[in-house]
């Protein structure tokens, strides 16, 4: 068998295909988080909650009114979209002059009420979600089989995260966003409906990380504590790659996630802590983060 | 003394009588794990009430006091007094490390630094072979007090996890009111400003952040003590989302808010423990609450209706 410094390679490859997928979710979860703290200043404790919510909707609208994955992946980011717009104009809305810590606290607590109610209707345990038919099967690369779903997660989440990038850095809209995100007062003062720009982030935001959920619902079971899991990494990632640089937030979410991947392989006891090693690691090196200005 | 002013000694007075008598009303088990849990959240808030620095990973040092006094009483037959401050020395040291890296960024990063160090604090309790992973330390003893008074009894537990936690109250109560104490404020109200007039904002941050993690797990250590048990509950990042919610609801930056807050939380968990994940929701629903229209919790309010400081 073919071997990498002493290991099968197809279980090199393998690792480091679920590290890719891994780190498609932090890359698309610290975008959204990023966007939103740019423009909103408070951190969303609700991000990983709000990826749940959109396998979850994934689910529902397959299992209720027949939906395919195709629609589920446009409808659901939409829905919570949505839900996030109501929540932004009802609750959090009203912590903008306040400490950021308050819009922490808020979130957190929307975290706990989301994923308590999830657990209520649907136990810890989850529902399975299927890989869509024309995702089925794997594919022989050569060196390794690889399932097509999982590639298509990769791609499709590569995919997003730059059509977000390009309307950030490359669009008018975008221009507007990061002027509003620089001086708000100002950018409101050219006649900019700045509130309503400050909605729509947040909804794009959750809708990213609903995107996100609806990938991830074929991959692992829909369950009320995908979201849990996943939100503390995706902070570690914050912190490890500032959040100033949307191009940042991308590259250590793929990086870490691939990092975390071959943790796996070589020291699979380490793998749960790699990324947080790292951020200590970061932190005594580089304080701002890699990508971040010091304050 | 230890700079109450009058209305705050009666207060505390009433305290402790309300400490001394409640035993002999209520169920003790029930009375300890209050009393502990309101060291905890004592300890948390001598950050976020005084330094301003949301710690959220406070489980980390709560759970590791715990598994240290748990492991000394059981495994090395510590005495209890020694069996805690075994695990007041392993919070104060975790802090004293986790604080050292986390004081290096400000505000909601702070946050989410301690948030993860407490997450890695987690991982590791859940495979290092000495907190028995998912099975916990079980069987902890309470042992004899300074290897003559036998703790079996829960009135005798009791008098012990009283005293530790007067002792934890009014500590927390006199760094506060000291010159030390003062700096602190002055760190919550205006760190340039502080930095300005030549502290080490900083050295202080990390002090007063060792003293909290040793205080929790001071907090943590009696508690294994009294339960005779340390599992992963107590270092689990939920219980660093449970000792937030008690001091917000108790009151941030309130001496008393967060003992109420504990009493408050611990009692709403007992009779709700059949509701099952209902008690995530009210949780949740109790933050959104305080945050939104009940910011200074429930002790502030009252302070403010009476027009006093408690």
Known sequence: MFMILGYPAPLMFGQLLLGLINGAFYALLSLGLAV?????NIVNFAHGALFMLGAFVAWGLLNFLGVNYWFALLLAPLIVGVFGVLLEKTLIARLYKL??????????????????????EFGSSGVPYPIPSLLQGATNLGFMFMPIYRGWVVLASAIMCLITWLIIEKTSIGATLRAATENAPLVQAFGINVPRMITLTYAGGVALAAFAGVLAAPIYSVNPNMGANFIITVFAVVVIGGMGSILGSIVT??????????TKVFYPQGSSVVIFVVMVIVLLVRPAGLFGKAA | MFGFSRPQLIAFLVMVVLVAGAPFVLYPVFL?????????????????????????????????GGYVAGYAAKAWGFTPELAIIAGTLAGGALGAAFGWLAIRRQGIYFAMITLALGQMAYFFCLQAPFTGGEDGIQQIPRGN???MISLKSDLAMYAVVAVVFLFGFLLVHRIVHSPFGQILKAIRENEPRATSLGYRTDSYKLVAFIISCALAGLAGGTKSLVFGIATLTDVHNAMSGE????????????????????????????????????VTVIQGVIFVTCVLA???????????????QL
């Open chain 1, 99 to 120: 400490d950021h810590l308050y819009g922490l606290l808020l979130t957190f607590g929307l975290a706990l009420i989301i994923e308590g109610l999830a657990r209520n």
């Open chain 2, 243 to 278: 000792v937030v919610l008690m001091t917000l609801l108790g009151g941030l930056g309130t001496i008393f808010g967060p003992v109420m807050g504990a009493l408050i939380s611990t009692a709403m968990e007992n009779y709700l423990a059949q509701a099952g994940a209902w």
């Open chain 2, 32 to 64: 300890m794990k209050v009393l502990c849990f309101a060291l905890f959240a004592c300890a948390f808030n001598l950050l976020i009430g005084y330094v301003g620095l949301l710690s959220f990973g406070h489980a980390a040092y709560f759970g590791m």
């Open chain 2, 145 to 147: 007090l300074f290897g």
């Open chain 2, 294 to 308: 009940f910011r200074k919790g429930v002790i502030g309010v009252l302070a403010e209706r009476l027009k006093i």
């Open chain 1, 36 to 40: 939103i703290f740019g423009m909103l």
């Open chain 1, 253 to 262: 979410g793929f990086g870490l996630g691939v990092i975390e991947g071959l």
